[in-house]
């Protein structure tokens, strides 16, 4: 499944997975992933996010591999009053997702995709 993150299939359960930091690291400047997959758009997603403080992490969805982007109102942002971790289920048939702090704390995420 081609995407712009490393990618391991996860065998057996028709999804994949990757780490889309090298562990904690400033997000600031925004990350971009696409996560399509070789039949197409995504069916659902699972971002898992921890954080070694207190930051807001917004996400916002691509339709058209990465040249529109549209930030959804109630997934985001994501707001971390201290370090702390949640997840997001995704449930939008994008192209690319991209994922960006509200300072330079440090954030790790994974991405579960089901195609």
Known sequence: MP????IEILGGRGATGASL???????????????????????????YIATEGAVDVSIEFSPDNGDTWREPLYESPVTF??????????EYQATDLRVT???????????????
């Not at 009053?81 to 995704?90: F, G, H, P, S, Y």
């Open 81 to 90: 009053d201290e370090a702390d971790q949640d997840l997001v289920l995704i």
């Open 21 to 47: 930091t090298d562990g904690p690291e400033d997000i600031s400047d925004g990350l971009e992933v696409n996560v399509q997959t070789e039949t197409g758009d995504i069916a659902a997603a699972t971002l």
């Open 101 to 115: 702090g509200s300072n330079s704390t440090a954030v790790d995420l994974d991405l579960r995709v089901r195609a």
């Open 3 to 6: 995407t712009k993150a490393n």
